[in-house]
């Protein structure tokens, strides 16, 4: 179905888009969907939706529309050639914001490796494993992963489960988390500037009860 990659001549896996890689961004080598079977094989809705969903790209449909032209007359292979077409695709102005790769990259890992669901899937399961007075600290890089690590804290830390609209609790519930952190902890100026990638990060807090 998709490129083999047999005797491409970059050793990455295609995560950066800074450095030519053949389009694979599996963090688990044995499992069939790689980035290039998005990129190749998807049809132009299903691409703008991911980088929509998991990018927050505004220029989405732009840059699906740029991908599914270009792979009629030659597939897309390497990482390099996707950030061509992408800076080919969105207006010059956004060119110059950030680089107009980062968010089509972040959705397209996201989807690769089914990130929100793992993420999902891992947080009861941390709540669980601690003992009471024990602290769930979870950082962060993007939006969605913190909208669900906020959501996940704020559900477990609830005291109460009834309706809005009845006037007393009769549910009996308890909370299972304290919130330490009410707004995420992120990395100060100085350590922004010594490394870059702390800027995107959000830690939030909580203890179990």
């Known amino acids: 179905m ?44 299903r691409i703008a939706q991911i980088l929509f969903d998991f990018g927050e790209e505004r220029y989405s449909r732009r840059i699906a529309a740029a991908i599914t032209k270009h792979r009629k007359t030659a597939s897309i292979d390497s990482t390099l050639q996707l950030v061509g ?14 680089h107009p790769a980062r968010k089509s990259f972040q959705a397209l890992r996201m989807a690769v490796n089914s990130e929100l669901d793992a993420l999902r899937e891992v947080l009861p399961q941390a709540l669980e494993a601690l003992k009471a007075g024990g602290r769930l600290c979870v950082i962060t890089f993007h939006s969605l992963e913190d909208r669900m690590v906020k959501e996940f804290m704020k559900n477990r830390a609830r005291t109460c489960i009834c309706p809005s609209q009845s006037p007393i609790c009769t549910c009996g519930h308890q909370a299972e988390l304290k919130i330490l952190s009410r707004k995420p902890i992120v990395a100060s100026k100085e350590e922004s500037e010594a490394n870059p990638r702390a ?9 179990k009860i």
Do not use: T
């Open 199 to 207: 800027r995107s990060a959000k830690l939030r807090v909580a203890e």
């Open 2 to 45: 998709g490129y083999a990659g047999e005797g491409f001549q970059f050793s990455w896996r295609g995560f950066s888009f800074h450095e030519d890689a053949y389009l694979d961004m599996r963090m688990n080598q044995e499992q069939d969907l790689k980035a290039w079977e998005i990129i190749n094989c998807y049809p132009e809705e």
């Open 85 to 98: 077409i992408i800076k080919a695709a969105v207006p010059a102005a956004y060119r110059r914001e950030k």
